[in-house]
T-cell receptor, first 113, second 110 residues
């Protein structure tokens, strides 16, 4: 157990809808990163938040947005869902002492129909 | 885009045998990490090797890094059925952002 929890575990949406995924970081971790993992692929970096500010973004369109809260929990929002957004979304947190090592949650599996 | 590419894509061995997976990457890195993923669940960090290190050990794991060839290998010795999982290399180049490869699916048969 990494101490990183994600909700919900599974979600089904239809094309065009909006979705919010949630992540609770491991205690003491002030950095959270979000990844998208398509079936049979490695995780792809979406963005990272550090102390409530975006601290780097991957090659994802603006309809992917995020928030980090003062308690370091985080949200990933995706607007105007497309079929290709179907994937496992992973949240990872890292702490002050070992910023290089990321601790992953179990993920949210999103299906867009 | 994927930075690292693991080889082979799939590997099937018997319990007790050693498993070797390779990773190649394209750009300069701060460090390279290996993660394990069981059945589409979250990833678990296994080991980190810095760009100025050549070899690192952790339990049954041995990682090598050759920055001149932009490649790394992960060796799992005396494999167990519980080692069955997908293994990913991930490179870190800036801002603690990880770039993952497509992974190697390891199956250890009892």
């Amino acid at each position: 157990e990494t101490g990183v929890t994600q909700s919900p575990t599974h979600l089904i949406k239809t094309r065009g809808q909006q979705v919010t995924l949630r992540c609770s970081s491991q205690s003491g971790h002030n950095t959270v990163s979000w990844y998208q993992q398509a079936l049979g692929q490695g995780p792809q970096f979406i963005f990272q938040y550090y102390r409530e500010e975006e601290n780097g973004r991957g090659n994802f369109p603006p309809r992917f947005s995020g928030l980090q809260f003062p308690n370091y929990s985080s949200e990933l929002n995706v607007n105007a869902l497309e079929l290709d957004d179907s994937a496992l979304y992973l949240c990872a947190s890292s702490g002050i002492l070992a910023k290089n090592i990321q601790y992953f949650g179990a993920g949210t599996r999103l299906s867009v129909l | 885009s994927q930075q690292g590419e693991e080889d082979p894509q799939a590997l099937s061995i018997q319990e007790g045998e050693n498993a070797t997976m390779n990773c190649s990457y394209k750009t300069s890195i701060n460090n390279l990490q290996w993660y394990r993923q069981n059945s589409g669940r979250g990833l678990v960090h296994l080991i980190l090797i810095r760009s100025n290190e050549r070899e690192k050990h952790s339990g049954r794991l041995r990682v090598t890094l050759d920055t001149s060839k932009k490649s790394s290998s992960l060796l799992i010795t005396a494999s167990r059925a519980a080692d069955t999982a997908s293994y990913f290399c991930a490179t870190e180049s800036s801002n603690y952002k990880l770039t993952f490869g497509k992974g190697t699916l390891l199956t250890v048969n009892p």
